[in-house]
């Protein structure tokens, strides 16, 4: 597996773990939806380029997948404090969107 996917792995796969934390966490029916949407696009993102050619070599995956391993430490220092669904359901977002414009790359 190349690096691009074990990304894109990485953060389906935390997200899946924590899932039902976070969920627990959300105060309202809105937060719990914005969460649910970002989890669906993380797990489409990741089995969309599971069976697809995504260049690591790439210098725009490269830098996408350095830019999602940056993500991944924010959402692991995020979800220790689900006090602030909030805060953890916007860097969930920022980081679902790197993973989205890096699952674009796969053809």
């Not at 039902?20 to 029916?29: H, I, K």
């Not at 790439?58 to 220092?77: C, I, Y």
């Amino acid at each position: 597996m190349g690096s691009s996917l074990q990304a894109l792995q990485d953060q389906y796969f935390f997200l899946t773990q924590n899932l039902s934390d976070m969920l627990a966490a959300c105060e309202t029916q809105a937060q719990r939806d914005a969460l649910q949407a970002q989890y669906v696009t993380a797990r489409r993102n990741f089995f969309n380029c599971i069976n697809k050619t995504l260049h690591d070599d790439d210098p725009a995956a490269a830098a996408l997948v350095q830019q999602m391993k940056t993500e991944q430490e924010n959402l692991k220092k995020a979800v220790t404090d689900l006090s602030k669904i909030a805060t953890v359901i916007s860097v969930i977002t920022d980081a679902v969107k790197v993973g989205t414009a890096l699952a674009s790359l796969a053809g």
